[in-house]
C-alpha cells in the first residue's frame, strides 16, 4: 500500500530569551558592558508517555488523565504519545478527546495496536494525524517520528490494518523503504541536531521484537553521523517493549520508554489476567539541552501483588514498573 505521508508544517515554538547582557571585564583599569546578540540556546522540554493501551487496560483513561494534568503543571515545547494509545472506534473516543484537551503541541506515534480495530488511514483521521511519519523542528532540535507498522506480504509492504500482524516476527515491525530513503534526506535536510522517536525498537531488545528493519534504519543514522562534522542523530526513543532501559550504538543514545500501564506477562503470570499492572501510570518529562544534555524525569513505582517475581515469570529479573530517572550526555554541535 502507498505510503500515507504527506507534507506537514513545522511549528516552530518561540523560545523564552534569558539574559542578554553581560558584563566582560578585561584586565585593564576600565571595564564596560557588552550586548550579546548571540541567542541563548534554550533546552527543549516534552512530556513522553507510550503505551497506555486504552481498551485493553480497564483504567488507561486515568493513567493518560495523571499524565495530562502533570504535563499542564508544567512549562513544555510539546507532549507526545509513543503508540499504543487508543482504537479508532466509538469506545476510544473518550481517549482521544481526553488528548486533545491538553493546551500545547501534542504529537503522535502510531504504535501496532493502534490497528487492531481499524485501519492506519482511520486510526490517523481519529487522532487528526495527517501524516504517519513526519518532523518537526522544536528550539535547537529536529524531531524525527517514524512508523514502524507495517508488514511483509507476498514481497509487498502491507499497512497494519484490522490486528494483521500476528506472523512471523522478520516480516512484521517494519519500515517501508519509501520512509528509510525519505528519513535519508529528512537528515541530509537540517543542520540541527535530531532525535528519532518510534513505537518499535531500532537497538537490540532481549525480547527478540527490535524491528527488522533496524539495521537499514541504524545505517540511515550512521551515515548521517558520518557524513557531518558534528552528531546529527543523538538519541532514539521507543515504547512497544514495555522495558525500562538504554543502550549506545556507534555513540546514539537508545532509551525504551516504559508503558503507562502494565508489562505483558501472559496467562498465570499476571495480576490482571495476561498483565503485570503498574501501580502507577508511569511516564516521563525530557530536557534536551544543546549545550549536550538529556535528562529523564521518570516515574518510579511497584507491580501490583502477585508481582511476576511472586509468581516466578521467568523474566521477572528484567522487568520494571518504572522509568528510570537518567543523564546522559551527548557531544554538542
Ligand atoms: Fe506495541
Redesign the pocket.
Known amino acids: 500500500m502507498k505510503s500515507i505521508r504527506k507534507n506537514r508544517r513545522s511549528f516552530i515554538k518561540k523560545l523564552g530569551l534569558g539574559a542578554t547582557a553581560v558584563a566582560v571585564s578585561n584586565t585593564s583599569s576600565f571595564a564596560f558592558t557588552a550586548k550579546n546578540t548571540a541567542k541563548p540556546k534554550d533546552a527543549v522540554k516534552m512530556g513522553f508517555i507510550t ?1 497506555i493501551h486504552h481498551g485493553y487496560c480497564k483504567d488507561a483513561l486515568q493513567r493518560l488523565n495523571v499524565f495530562l494534568k502533570q504535563a499542564s503543571k508544567r512549562d513544555l515545547d510539546f507532549i507526545i504519545q509513543a ?2 494509545f487508543c482504537h479508532p472506534t466509538e469506545e476510544g473516543k473518550e481517549c482521544i478527546d481526553l488528548w486533545n484537551t491538553y493546551k500545547g503541541d501534542t504529537y503522535h506515534v502510531l ?3 493502534d490497528m487492531d480495530k481499524g485501519t492506519k488511514e482511520e486510526t490517523m483521521a481519529f487522532w487528526g494525524m495527517t501524516n504517519n511519519y513526519y518532523s518537526f523542528d522544536k528550539g535547537d532540535f529536529h524531531f524525527i517520528v517514524l512508523d514502524g507498522n507495517y508488514i511483509l506480504k507476498d514481497d509487498t509492504y502491507v499497512d497494519y490494518a484490522h490486528a494483521n500482524f500476528y506472523i512471523e516476527q522478520q516480516h512484521r515491525s517494519l519500515v517501508h523503504p519509501d520512509q528509510i530513503d525519505w528519513l535519508k534526506e529528512d537528515l541530509a535536510s537540517t543542520d540541527k541536531q535530531c532525535i528519532i522517536i518510534s ?2 525498537a531500532f537497538d537490540e531488545i532481549w525480547d527478540g521484537w527490535s524491528s527488522p528493519s533496524r539495521f537499514a534504519v541504524r545505517k540511515v543514522i550512521d551515515d548521517a553521523n558520518n557524513r557531518t562534522d558534528f552528531q546529527k542523530v543523538i538519541a532514539c526513543f521507543c ?3 514495555h522495558v525500562d532501559d538504554h543502550s549506545i550504538i556507534n555513540k546514539v543514545h537508545y532509551f525504551q520508554m516504559n508503558s503507562a500501564s502494565y508489562y505483558y506477562v501472559g496467562e498465570g503470570y499476571g495480576s490482571d489476567d495476561s498483565k503485570a499492572m503498574y501501580e502507577d501510570s508511569i511516564f516521563a518529562f525530557l530536557t534536551i539541552d544543546p549545550k549536550g544534555r538529556i535528562v529523564i524525569e521518570g516515574k518510579r513505582s511497584n507491580f501490583v501483588s502477585p508481582t511476576p517475581t511472586d509468581l516466578k515469570h521467568p523474566d521477572a529479573s528484567r522487568l520494571s514498573a518504572s522509568i528510570s530517572n537518567r543523564e546522559i550526555e551527548f557531544t554538542a554541535k
Open positions: 503505551d503508540g499504543d504504535g501496532n495496536h513505537h518499535q515504547g512497544h517493549h
